[in-house]
């Protein structure tokens, strides 16, 4: 089964295109990309289909920054329950403990919560500075175990290297969509869109046990939908021109009508 896909997709408007592209996207998941032998390039413009989301809704929120903030929020708490844990024992008035209690109180003093409220990127960096301080020496190690602080110590840990790499990534790709934007975005989703169906032509040949038909019929409804309004346009305005150029004819003609009546 041999096929060729119409492509001539260029007049459609940037939010017209990026549906499309999501519609072929989603379509081609529908069939599984990797049983039609497409998935590498499936891959490639599921990647770069943020990009084009990113164009028409430029303040759009990237999906890692409620995960960021969630782990804020989640460090916060372990922070203050530290404290929490650390006054507790001090209150208790554990003589063993006075010694580890001493040692920790400097670090353990520190109003995180304050911090988080005027600066969450200073509060990162107070919790990093903690976390290695606390960490430094044996001593400490010790004394943070003695008075029950190193669970939370640990979890607290865990949330902050959670939050340095969802926030690497979303500074990543945030650079990345920057630099793809200058490459025009368009031009090259395009290309991608382009080269899956041209593996799927290739397929339909190579690939003769699957049957491609379903697949092929659900593309050519979706181009020709487009293909559809992409006509209604250049109707629209070839009936607008057409219309802008009657009324000026016909402005010409009362004019002319008019000076030869009084000429005569």
Same mark, same amino acid.
């Given at each position: ?20 592209? $999501? &519609? ?14 497409? !998935? ?14 990113? =164009? ?14 969630? @782990? ?17 024992? &001090?209150?208790?008035? =554990? ?21 988080? !409220?005027? *600066? ?21 190690? *010790? ?24 926030? *690497? ?7 990345? $969509?920057? !630099?793809? !934007? ?28 699957? @049957? ?31 219309? &802008? ?7 010409? #003609?009362?004019? #002319? ?8």
């Amino acid at each position: 089964m041999k096929i060729t896909f119409y492509r001539k997709i260029s007049s459609l408007k940037i939010k017209e295109f990026t549906l499309m592209v $999501r &519609k072929l996207l989603e379509l081609i998941e529908k069939f599984d990309p990797e049983v039609i032998g497409v !998935k590498p390039f499936f891959e490639i413009l599921k990647m770069q289909q943020a990009h084009l989301v990113s =164009i028409n809704n430029p303040r759009i929120r990237h999906p890692l920054s409620g995960k960021i903030e969630d @782990d804020r929020k989640l460090a916060l708490s372990l922070a203050m329950a530290i404290n929490t844990q650390f006054n507790a024992a &001090k209150q208790s008035k =554990i003589s063993t403990l006075l010694d580890d209690l001493l040692l920790l109180q400097n670090l353990v003093k520190i109003n995180f919560s304050k911090i988080y !409220k005027s *600066n969450v990127i200073e509060f990162e960096t107070e919790i990093s500075n903690f976390l290695i301080s606390i960490k430094s020496t044996e001593e400490l190690k *010790n004394a943070s175990k003695a008075l029950g602080l190193d669970v939370y110590i640990t979890e607290l840990e865990v949330v902050k290297k959670r939050i340095d790499d969802n926030s *690497n990534l979303r500074n990543n790709d945030m650079i990345s $969509r920057r !630099k793809i !934007k200058s490459l025009n975005v368009r031009k090259i989703i395009e290309e991608s869109v382009n080269n899956l169906l041209s593996a799927i032509e290739l397929a339909t040949v190579t690939n003769t046990l699957y @049957d491609y038909k379903p697949l092929v019929t659900e593309i050519e409804v979706l181009y020709a939908q487009y293909r559809a309004k992409q006509s209604a346009k250049f109707t629209r305005k070839i009936n607008q021109a057409i219309k &802008k150029e009657s009324a000026a004819l016909s402005t010409t #003609t009362i004019a #002319t009508e008019t000076l030869t009546k009084e000429q005569e």
